[in-house]
């Protein structure tokens, strides 16, 4: 599930979080969050109001994708109402049962087919 929380008056939040289903109760919440060497069950990015977070799911690249978030100044970490995106986008790759994280991705649109080809029109 992606979700947004309006979290307060400085600063909203994006969640990805799973359901499940067993015997026949829904579940929030389950370890299969894989980031560097720990495994979460839920993934909540906070951010200042003032900024616009990209958080999706990318059907062709088979990913879950994201801004990467960060405090406008070294001095604010941990201060979330300074944090915003730096430009950089991560993303979330389902494989074996678990999202892996992959940093850093490149999410530019990919070069035209036609590049350096004449455009073929007709009047």
Do not use: C
Request: net charge positive.
């Amino acid at each position: 599930l992606l979700a947004w929380d309006g979290n307060d008056d400085f600063t909203n939040k994006k969640i990805i979080d799973v359901l499940y289903i067993k015997n026949k109760k829904a579940y929030f919440g389950q370890a299969i969050f894989k980031t560097d060497n720990t495994s979460s069950k839920r993934i909540v990015f906070e951010y200042t109001k003032q900024a616009k977070m990209m958080l999706k799911y990318d059907e062709k690249l088979k990913l879950i994708v994201f801004d990467h978030l960060s405090p406008s100044q070294k001095k604010f970490e941990g201060q979330f109402i300074y944090y915003g995106p730096d430009m950089t986008q991560d993303g979330l790759e389902f494989k074996d049962g678990f999202w892996i994280l992959k940093s850093n991705l490149d999410l530019r649109n990919s070069e035209p087919e036609n590049k350096g080809k004449p455009i073929e029109t007709s009047f």
